[in-house]
């Protein structure tokens, strides 16, 4: 049963720490997104790749955040300096790029800047 | 960016009763896709509608995307507790490559 796996399941840190959100996409898919959710603005797109490249990271805050994929199997999401604000639900979620576009959804990695 | 509004926020029925979330927005999507989440775990898609007028069902969820495919709605029939979760609508624009929107959410509560 193929999965999307996400590390860690939880992060707690300081203001100011960097934070690495690490995902795993399902094998063979050439999609991944990253989107963070909270009570209050619910699920926002971050960023999304295609084949390994950028293709949108106009969600992202500039300044703080970036988006990486090194190879096929992993997909990196870093906040530097992280900030109370950042406290959320990130998640990953990976797919073929159909025109369906089916997004899997990792389990998501909860983050508490303190 | 278009706006998808969710109604209603709050659902709670009792097993057996049928019920009925919404999705609108005042933008045309060439694709609309239903969600289901449980605490603790990521958004499951439940079905894509690409066709306005489209319905489809699966097993006892019924979705309709509207004919101007601005619009859609999940029907559940004869509500049990494994219903029980948050329920998202995502849409994509007709100039989107491939981006989806999401709605904030419906939460439904089925209670044995």
């Known amino acids: 049963d193929a999965r999307v796996t996400q590390t860690p399941r939880h992060k707690v840190t300081e203001m100011g720490q960097e934070v690495t959100m690490r995902c795993q996409p399902i094998?063979?898919?050439?999609?991944v997104f990253w989107y963070r959710q909270t009570m209050m603005q619910g699920l926002e797109l971050l960023a999304y790749?295609?084949?390994?490249?950028?293709?949108?990271d106009s969600g992202m805050p500039k300044d703080r955040f970036s988006a990486e994929m090194p190879d096929a199997t992993l997909a990196t999401l870093k906040i530097q300096p992280s900030e109370p604000r950042d406290s959320a639900v990130y998640f990953c979620?990976?797919?073929?790029?159909?025109?369906?576009?089916?997004?899997?959804f990792g389990p998501g990695t909860r983050l508490t800047v303190l | 960016t278009q706006l998808l509004e969710q109604s209603p926020q709050f659902l709670s029925i009792q097993e057996g009763e049928n019920l009925t979330v919404y999705c609108n927005s005042s933008?045309?999507?060439?694709?609309l896709q239903w969600y289901r989440q449980e605490p603790g775990e990521g958004p499951v898609l439940l079905v894509t509608?690409?066709?306005?007028?489209e319905v489809k069902k699966l097993k006892r969820l019924t979705f309709q995307f509207g004919d101007a495919r601005k619009d859609s709605s999940l029907h559940i029939t004869a509500a049990q507790p494994g219903d029980t979760g948050l329920y998202l609508c995502?849409?994509?624009?007709?100039?989107?490559?491939?981006?989806?929107?999401f709605g904030a959410g419906t939460q439904v509560v089925v209670t044995p």
């Open positions: 979620a990976s797919g073929y790029g159909s025109s369906y576009n089916e997004q899997f």
């Open positions: 094998l063979g898919h050439n999609t």
């Open positions: 790749f295609r084949n390994r490249a950028p293709l949108d």
């Open positions: 933008s045309v999507f060439s694709s």
């Open positions: 509608v690409v066709t306005g007028g």
């Open positions: 995502a849409g994509r624009a007709t100039d989107s490559w491939g981006k989806f929107q």
